[in-house]
């Protein structure tokens, strides 16, 4: 299947390809469910609107270049009742923020310049993945990732190994990192990988914003990571192992049915 920027996040290419957030969304260790993330592939389940992932997708618009465009393809981005009917929801008003604030930052331009939204595939682990390089500068030896992030800081339990981690560990964003190098590398044949950078600008008012490497270090870590539960979650994805429910996500309420009454001290803290 040839993936261009209109297939790229289709069931059909998600059916296809593995991607980082599609592994991610079979781990429980990053908020995943296996039961949810094959509902969705079978296209039994689509998580309910959230407008922090719109605003997400205006300003990696604006990093394309294309945020005209993007605003004239999305009307519900702009109120239609209220005192503010007619102009752009606070949320995208705020996005406009986060915007400028990366526009001032001339290092952030340079981390963000070269090739926009650049999609590869290639094998790993035996399967076909995707990834979508939000800028590409195989020249420089780098390309770097855009996020939106709530804020910065933070300590995130994880209750697989019982120790706080800051965000970029809790979201995967080194695993993300560390397939978007092996791919592009497969991809290109170079021999090392590229730097991968992410621009992390938060929501917070005013916005604050970083620009974050990752080391070869790291990358082998993380395709470490990957390798371990990729058997597993292929069995799962092929239909060949029955997923697991985790009972605890949006999808696994919705469709929860009891079938063993717990004892009070049986409730989890985490
Ligand atoms: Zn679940």
Redesign the pocket.
Known sequence: MELNKSNYFSLEADRHYMSNSQFKSFLPSYGG????AMAKINGEYERPYNISFEVGHYVHAWNEGTLEEFKANNPNLYASTGKNAGQLKKDFQHANKMIEILENDPLVLKALAGQKEVIMTAELFGIPWKVMLDSYQPDTGMFADLKTSKEMGGKFWNTEIGVYENFIYHYGYTIQMAIYAEVEKRVTGRKEWLLPHMVVVTKQDPPDHEIIYFDYDVIEQSLHIVGKHIERVKAVKSGNVEPA?????????LTKKINRIKHFSELSLY
């Open positions: 469910c296996e039961a949810q429910r985790c009972e605890k996500c949006d999808y696994c309420r």
